[in-house]
């Protein structure tokens, strides 16, 4: 089946703007993404759950604000879609796992404050890999998201939802997690812009932890420019989360369309292969930028390579212990035993899903006595290597260019029982989640089969600005084709 | 380690699934058995790479404590949060015993 261009909202500056000025309603803007969603939702399964009566609330308040001539924020009316990770108050959060079926949080993420006060209006928690484990969706308790490009196809994981909702024209704007390339990958699959933040940028709190030392927050857009704009009101010290860097959010948009000339953009060809469809968007890429007046060389940085081994041990050793919390004592499922052993071995025995338990295994058991050096120990000092590798090459290089993902979405059921070959995924996007800085997947080229491909833009830590600024001339080198919204 | 010897067997993934809080059947435990051994092969060149002078990196930034100043501040209201709780008493969460034999 082939996907044919889907009606769109607009840039989140003019819907901003038009509903600011009152040109129209935040009221009338969510009506047209709640048309949308009820016409696809059947089809693609982006929502864990609409939260209709919410979000209208929140468009009435929206509208109430213009009309009592108050400023409802730069985000006026914007309908956005929620990862099911990130907690939202008095509304269910289930990290797409039947361990959170039911669980109301008591608060909101900063994330989602921060979008209400800025006055977008969120629709609805979007469907993820259990715990944001996965790269396809397939492993939610709920069911799988489809692909709008083709809907026997993965959005890609594990903020598959959110990916599907922007790219199938339902909200311009959501949100995801990132830790090893959940943002990202998801957004190459779906032909949209996916942005993961350097570390620290976006605070944390209320995100559902996975891997504490990994996670951040980040949106899909269909352009660079929404997307920037969306980082720009999210960001910024929060003294709720300890590990929120302490500075004012990077300014992005000032310098966006300054363009590429006399930048170093370097090719990695460790990420490359012959024959690939990914890296010939790669290259493409670079002799765009290099038109533009980029100055465009290839880099080999073998290190980086580390990253995919050393993440399989270091997400999973975190998440074995954030999980521990689920014991079915304070919230969501309850299995009963006669003891408190017996009572939490089988809550989370029946409570996780298969690969969230093989990771709280995998994990458990790089941590344990007699394993921790070789295998936890050793992953630590593997991630220093590819921070140093990184550290060289941004000597000679303001930014990095890859792949975002090996393949274009993959059919469902084709790597889902094979755990390495659905880990190999992430192997673009893994090393520069391991040394916390920004990266951004950009909508570049189609492929043989009409599928989208993404181009992977890296920066060093706190780059975000000359990244997006490069991100966004290859969006004007891109095939406008391969960009959502699409209409499955 | 020979090949052979880094295959987890049976009896560790129980032990592991013991230490996790895990209780599995024996299909997950055969299936797990297999699965981990082939997830540790394959990140068998993290155990064999030379770190004889690198340190690890536990957090990409360096990180310090973070305080702030010391006033009181509201939490978390109990009621809302014991409302969550699968089973709650007298503004307690209730668990099954915690001790194997009697007192």
Redesign the interface.
């Given at each position: 089946m082939s996907a044919s261009p889907a009606p769109e909202f607009g840039s989140l500056a003019e819907i901003a703007a038009s509903v600011r000025t009152g040109a129209t309603s935040a009221r009338a803007i969510l009506a047209q993404s709640l048309d949308r969603v009820r016409e696809l939702e059947g089809d693609l399964h982006c929502f864990n759950e609409v939260t209709i009566e919410h979000a209208e609330a929140d468009a009435d308040a929206v509208d109430r604000m213009v009309r009592s001539g108050r400023d409802p924020g730069p985000l006026a009316g914007v309908p956005v879609a929620l990862k099911d990770n990130l907690c939202t108050e008095g509304i269910p959060t289930t990290c797409s796992s039947k361990i959170l079926a039911g669980?109301?949080p008591?608060?909101d993420a900063t994330v989602v404050s921060r979008l209400r006060e800025a006055g977008a209006v969120a629709v609805g928690k979007t469907n993820l890999d259990e715990f944001a484990m996965g790269s396809s969706t397939e492993n939610s308790a709920f069911g799988p998201t489809k692909n709008p490009w083709d809907t026997g196809r993965v959005p890609g994981g594990s903020s598959g939802g959110s990916a599907a909702a922007v790219a199938s024209g339902m909200v311009p704007l959501s949100f995801g997690s990132d830790t090893g390339g959940s943002i990202r990958q998801p957004a190459a699959l779906c032909g949209i812009v996916g942005v993961k933040p350097t570390?620290?940028v976006v605070s944390r709190y209320g995100l559902i932890a996975f891997a504490s030392?990994l996670d951040q927050i980040g949106p899909f857009t269909t352009t660079v420019a929404d997307a920037a704009l969306a980082l720009e009101v999210i960001a910024g010290h929060d003294?709720m989360d300890?590990?929120s860097?302490d500075r004012p959010a990077p300014d992005m948009l000032s310098t966006l369309t300054d363009g590429v000339s006399g930048l170093r953009v370097g090719i990695v060809d460790d990420f490359l292969t012959d024959g690939s469809e990914s890296s010939d968007a790669v290259v493409l890429a670079a002799a765009a930028l290099a038109l533009a007046g980029a100055k465009v060389d290839h880099v080999k940085i073998p290190d980086l390579l580390?990253g995919l081994?050393?993440y399989?041990?270091i997400a999973p050793a975190e998440a074995?212990s954030n999980l521990?919390r689920y014991?079915?004592?304070?919230?969501?499922?309850?299995v009963?035993?006669?003891?408190?052993?017996?009572?939490?071995?089988?809550t989370?025995?029946?409570g996780?899903g298969?690969e969230v338990?093989?990771r709280?295994?995998?994990g458990?058991?790089a941590l344990?006595a007699g394993y921790y050096d070789?295998?936890y120990?050793?992953?630590?000092?593997?991630?220093?290597?590819v921070?140093r590798a990184f550290d060289a090459a941004y000597k000679n290089f303001d930014v990095l260019l890859t792949p975002t993902t090996p393949t274009v979405a993959f059919p469902f059921g084709s790597k889902v029982d094979d755990?390495?070959e659905m880990?190999m995924c992430d192997l673009c996007s893994i090393p520069s989640s391991?040394?916390?800085?920004p990266a951004v997947s950009v909508p570049f080229a189609l492929s043989s089969e009409g599928l989208p491909i993404g181009v992977q833009v890296l920066a060093p830590?706190l780059g975000e600005a000359v990244m997006m600024r490069v991100a966004a001339s290859l969006e004007t080198a891109a095939a406008r084709e391969a960009r959502g919204p699409v209409t499955p | 380690m020979s090949e052979e010897e880094r295959l987890i067997t049976p009896d560790e993934v129980r032990h592991v699934a013991r230490l996790a809080r895990l209780a599995l059947d024996e299909d997950e435990v055969g299936r797990y058995a297999q699965q981990l051994s082939a997830l540790l092969e394959n990140v068998d060149a993290i155990r064999r790479l030379d770190t004889a002078d690198v340190p690890p990196t536990a957090h990409p930034f360096p990180v310090e404590n973070v305080l702030r100043a010391d006033f009181e501040t509201p939490s978390l209201d109990r009621d809302p949060v014991l409302a969550q709780a699968p089973v709650a008493e007298s503004n307690r969460f209730r668990v099954p015993r915690i001790l194997g034999e009697a007192p």
């Amino acid at each position: 089946m082939s996907a044919s261009p889907a009606p769109e909202f607009g840039s989140l500056a003019e819907i901003a703007a038009s509903v600011r000025t009152g040109a129209t309603s935040a009221r009338a803007i969510l009506a047209q993404s709640l048309d949308r969603v009820r016409e696809l939702e059947g089809d693609l399964h982006c929502f864990n759950e609409v939260t209709i009566e919410h979000a209208e609330a929140d468009a009435d308040a929206v509208d109430r604000m213009v009309r009592s001539g108050r400023d409802p924020g730069p985000l006026a009316g914007v309908p956005v879609a929620l990862k099911d990770n990130l907690c939202t108050e008095g509304i269910p959060t289930t990290c797409s796992s039947k361990i959170l079926a039911g669980w109301l949080p008591p608060y909101d993420a900063t994330v989602v404050s921060r979008l209400r006060e800025a006055g977008a209006v969120a629709v609805g928690k979007t469907n993820l890999d259990e715990f944001a484990m996965g790269s396809s969706t397939e492993n939610s308790a709920f069911g799988p998201t489809k692909n709008p490009w083709d809907t026997g196809r993965v959005p890609g994981g594990s903020s598959g939802g959110s990916a599907a909702a922007v790219a199938s024209g339902m909200v311009p704007l959501s949100f995801g997690s990132d830790t090893g390339g959940s943002i990202r990958q998801p957004a190459a699959l779906c032909g949209i812009v996916g942005v993961k933040p350097t570390y620290g940028v976006v605070s944390r709190y209320g995100l559902i932890a996975f891997a504490s030392s990994l996670d951040q927050i980040g949106p899909f857009t269909t352009t660079v420019a929404d997307a920037a704009l969306a980082l720009e009101v999210i960001a910024g010290h929060d003294p709720m989360d300890s590990t929120s860097l302490d500075r004012p959010a990077p300014d992005m948009l000032s310098t966006l369309t300054d363009g590429v000339s006399g930048l170093r953009v370097g090719i990695v060809d460790d990420f490359l292969t012959d024959g690939s469809e990914s890296s010939d968007a790669v290259v493409l890429a670079a002799a765009a930028l290099a038109l533009a007046g980029a100055k465009v060389d290839h880099v080999k940085i073998p290190d980086l390579l580390l990253g995919l081994p050393a993440y399989y041990l270091i997400a999973p050793a975190e998440a074995s212990s954030n999980l521990s919390r689920y014991d079915g004592v304070r919230y969501g499922l309850r299995v009963d035993g006669p003891d408190t052993e017996t009572m939490n071995s089988r809550t989370r025995g029946q409570g996780f899903g298969p690969e969230v338990k093989r990771r709280i295994m995998m994990g458990t058991y790089a941590l344990s006595a007699g394993y921790y050096d070789a295998y936890y120990g050793q992953a630590q000092k593997a991630r220093t290597l590819v921070i140093r590798a990184f550290d060289a090459a941004y000597k000679n290089f303001d930014v990095l260019l890859t792949p975002t993902t090996p393949t274009v979405a993959f059919p469902f059921g084709s790597k889902v029982d094979d755990p390495i070959e659905m880990y190999m995924c992430d192997l673009c996007s893994i090393p520069s989640s391991l040394a916390g800085h920004p990266a951004v997947s950009v909508p570049f080229a189609l492929s043989s089969e009409g599928l989208p491909i993404g181009v992977q833009v890296l920066a060093p830590a706190l780059g975000e600005a000359v990244m997006m600024r490069v991100a966004a001339s290859l969006e004007t080198a891109a095939a406008r084709e391969a960009r959502g919204p699409v209409t499955p | 380690m020979s090949e052979e010897e880094r295959l987890i067997t049976p009896d560790e993934v129980r032990h592991v699934a013991r230490l996790a809080r895990l209780a599995l059947d024996e299909d997950e435990v055969g299936r797990y058995a297999q699965q981990l051994s082939a997830l540790l092969e394959n990140v068998d060149a993290i155990r064999r790479l030379d770190t004889a002078d690198v340190p690890p990196t536990a957090h990409p930034f360096p990180v310090e404590n973070v305080l702030r100043a010391d006033f009181e501040t509201p939490s978390l209201d109990r009621d809302p949060v014991l409302a969550q709780a699968p089973v709650a008493e007298s503004n307690r969460f209730r668990v099954p015993r915690i001790l194997g034999e009697a007192p």
